[in-house]
């Protein structure tokens, strides 16, 4: 673990090889419940953001639990929860005490498969949610009290994501989810908030 770490500080501090980008983010830490090698790399990740002061993204597996595992490994290492952004909620949450337990831990929480409007795992633990619907879960974790801790993406990782072979690229969210938001009536100062103002923090290293 102090091994990886060690190697993940010196690429922030010296870059991905001399001379080479500086990391801005670190992840995504992949974290399946009961995955102890996972459990190693996620904890050393978060060792190095203790040490530079770089966000890390943590990528939950499937299983049901691994979101609050997760959250409770951040917990442990003494590292900012404010640091450390959860991706892929929309697709990892079973109920909407899902969302709400997650962002209590005051993590950021990351809605980042919009544009994916069917079920793309239709052999997976549970349904993949459309656009509508995540933004009303952004409302509901507003209505709580978690506004501040919401973000908002699209997750174009792959060739078949992007425009040109048929998926809805990287323009989808300006084009298509926050007009959306303005017909589902979400106030400008919270589409601001997810989508500008949240991200800003996430990124901004002081």
């Keep these: 673990e102090a091994?990886?770490?060690?190697?993940?500080?010196?690429?922030?501090?010296?870059?991905?090889h001399p001379g080479g980008a500086k990391p801005g983010m670190i992840g995504e830490m992949?974290?399946?419940?009961?995955?102890?090698?996972?459990?190693?790399?996620?904890?050393?990740?978060?060792?190095?953001?203790?040490?530079?002061?770089?966000?890390?993204?943590i990528h939950p597996g499937e299983p049901e639990g691994s979101m609050l595992a997760a959250a409770r490994i951040v917990a442990e290492s003494g590292a900012d929860p404010a640091?450390?952004?959860m991706a892929h909620v929309d697709s990892r949450a079973?109920?909407?005490?899902?969302?709400l337990e997650v962002a209590a831990t005051g993590l950021y929480l990351s809605l980042d498969a919009f544009g994916r409007?069917?079920?793309?795992?239709?052999?997976?633990s549970h349904d993949m949610?459309?656009?509508a619907t995540r933004i009303n879960s952004m409302m509901a974790l507003a209505e709580a009290g978690y506004a501040d801790r919401v973000v908002m993406s699209h997750d174009?990782?792959?060739k078949?994501?992007?425009?040109?072979?048929?998926?809805?690229?990287?323009?989808?969210?300006?084009?298509?989810?926050?007009p959306l938001m303005r017909y589902k009536e979400v106030p400008e100062e919270l589409i601001k908030k997810f989508s500008v103002d949240n991200p800003v923090r996430v990124l901004t290293i002081e």
Excluded: C
């Design 3 to 16: 091994e990886l770490a060690d190697f993940t500080i010196a690429e922030i501090e010296d870059g991905v």
């Design 30 to 57: 992949g974290y399946r419940l009961g995955h102890p090698l996972e459990e190693k790399a996620l904890r050393a990740a978060l060792s190095a953001s203790i040490a530079t002061g770089l966000p890390v993204t």
């Design 83 to 85: 640091r450390v952004v």
């Design 94 to 99: 079973f109920t909407d005490s899902d969302y």
């Design 117 to 124: 409007e069917t079920s793309v795992r239709q052999r997976g």
């Design 129 to 131: 949610p459309n656009d």
């Design 156 to 158: 174009a990782a792959l």
């Design 160 to 178: 078949w994501m992007h425009r040109r072979y048929g998926g809805w690229g990287y323009h989808h969210i300006l084009e298509t989810a926050i």
